[in-house]
C-alpha cells in the first residue's frame, strides 16, 4: 500500500480530541491495540515518532520507535500503580506539537538525546493509557497498537524520491500545526 495513502487514512480515522478523559476502564487485547487509534492526540504523535525516525534513517529507524515504546510501557506502569505525574495533558499535547516538528524539519539530534526525548514523550503517553487499563493483554496491545502506528510513520518517509520525503516533511509540520489545533480546542 502506498504509505501517504496509508497516513491519510489513519488520519481521518473518527476520533476525539483526547483518549483519555471519561473513558472506561480497558482491559483485553483488542481494546489495548485500538486504544492509540482512539485519539488524535496519541495517533500523530506515535505516526510522528515513527515519521521522524524514518527521515532520519540509519539507527534512528529502530532507536527513536524503541525509545518511545520503553518510554511507554514505564508510564504505563505507574500508571497501573497509581502514581500521578503532573502535566500529563500538557506533555501529551506538547509531545504532538515538538515530534510533528522535529519531523517536519528532520531534525538530526544526538541520537541518545533523540532517544531520551522519545522516551520522555512515550512515558506520558504511556501513563495516560495506563491509568484507564487493567494491565495485563491491554497493556501488550496497547504497546503493539504503538508500534504500528510508528510503523505506519516509517512507512511513509521510506521513499528516496526528493518529493516523497517533502511529503512526509510536510506531514510533520501539519501535525504540529495539528497538535496546536487541539492545544485550542
Known amino acids: 500500500m502506498n504509505p501517504i495513502l496509508l497516513l491519510a487514512t489513519l488520519l481521518l480515522l473518527p476520533a476525539t480530541a483526547f483518549a483519555h478523559p471519561g473513558d472506561a476502564m480497558h482491559h483485553g487485547l483488542a481494546a ?3 486504544h492509540p487509534f482512539s485519539g488524535a492526540d496519541h495517533l500523530l504523535a506515535m505516526v510522528m ?11 534512528a529507524r529502530w532507536a527513536l520507535p524503541g525509545g518511545f515504546l520503553a518510554g511507554m510501557a514505564g ?19 506538547a509531545s504532538v506539537i515538538l515530534l510533528g516538528a522535529l519531523a517536519g524539519l528532520a531534525l538530526r539530534l544526538p541520537l541518545p538525546l533523540g532517544m531520551l526525548a522519545a522516551a ?12 484507564e487499563m487493567l494491565g495485563g493483554t491491554a497493556f501488550l496491545g496497547m504497546l503493539a497498537g504503538t508500534a504500528v502506528l510508528h510503523a505506519a510513520g516509517l512507512a511513509l518517509a521510506v521513499p528516496a524520491a526528493a518529493w516523497a520525503r517533502r511529503v512526509a516533511r510536510l506531514a510533520g509540520v ?12
Open 120 to 131: 520522555g514523550f512515550g512515558l506520558l503517553h504511556g501513563h495516560a493509557h495506563g491509568t
Open 49 to 59: 515518532v515513527g515519521l521522524w525516525a524514518g527521515l532520519l534513517g540509519g539507527q
Open 174 to 185: 501539519a501535525a504540529a500545526l495539528g497538535g496546536l489545533l487541539l492545544a485550542l480546542v
Open 32 to 34: 489495548g491495540f485500538l
Open 75 to 93: 508510564g504505563a506502569l505507574t500508571g497501573f500503580a497509581g502514581w500521578a505525574l503532573p502535566g500529563v495533558e500538557a506533555g501529551i499535547l
